[in-house]
């Protein structure tokens, strides 16, 4: 599918099909898919499906996670009319932090970091990023979050694997994506038959 298509019909996670298949190999997250973000509706449409579960929350602020996940939480932010708090990798906030060490998707040890000015108690944050794969990188960012003593209100991604974190975030809060039930299996075995005919 070109990059500025529209289908016909446009159901819940059309625009999937506009994710990019890793060519480069296994030290790259197996697809890319932030193809879809030059695709306005595709934006549009897939943030209209991660906050639709969340319109009648009481949301302060959304948090989204460096770095793939500002682009999303700054657009969830932007329709649900709230505040953005960047949750960012160590060493780049020159204020007052938190910090959380956690394990991300490659199995690469890192820390988080979140500004101590912004969160209190009370605050009801949505927690954004592009994708769940191991889960480590999202739990990290509930615990930051949490520390200060903020309530998580949901996660929003627009995939969520149902890995053994993927699942840990499931059982324990609310969660928006935008995987349709039939394409789930396909996400958890990290291969898209759209990616088939990608190119073509």
């Known amino acids: 599918m070109d990059v ?9 996670g059309w625009y999937l099909s506009l994710m ?14 932030s193809r879809l973000y030059c695709n306005s509706t595709a934006l549009a449409d897939c943030v ?30 932007t329709v649900l ?5 960047a949750v960012r990798k160590a060493g780049h906030l020159c204020v007052a932090t938190e910090t959380q060490n956690y394990t991300d ?15 209190k108690p ?7 990023d592009q994708w769940v794969e191991t889960g480590g990188t999202m739990k990290s960012a509930i615990q930051l979050v949490e520390k200060l003593g903020a ?10 694997e149902n890995t053994e974190g993927g699942k840990w975030i499931k059982d324990n809060y609310r969660f928006s994506h935008c995987i349709p039930d039939e394409l789930q ?14 190119g073509n």
């Not at 009319?81 to 708090?85: A, P």
């Not at 605050?123 to 954004?128: A, F, I």
């Not at 309530?151 to 995939?159: D, H, I, L, Q, S």
């Open 4 to 12: 500025l298509d529209l289908p016909v019909n446009r159901h819940k």
């Open 20 to 33: 990019a298949p890793n060519i480069k190999g296994p030290t790259f997250a197996w697809l890319d898919p």
């Open 48 to 77: 209209k499906d991660l906050t639709n579960p969340f319109l009648k929350d009481t949301i302060d602020l959304v948090a989204g996670i460096d770095a793939m996940g500002f682009i999303l939480g700054a657009s969830v932010a």
């Open 81 to 85: 009319g709230k505040g953005f708090l």
């Open 105 to 119: 998707y490659t199995g690469k040890e890192k820390t988080m970091e979140i500004r101590l000015d912004v969160l």
């Open 122 to 128: 009370g605050t009801r944050v949505l927690l954004v």
């Open 151 to 160: 309530t998580v209100v949901g996660v929003a991604a627009v995939a969520i």
């Open 185 to 198: 299996s396909q996400i958890d075995r990290k291969s898209l038959d759209s990616f088939n005919s990608f």
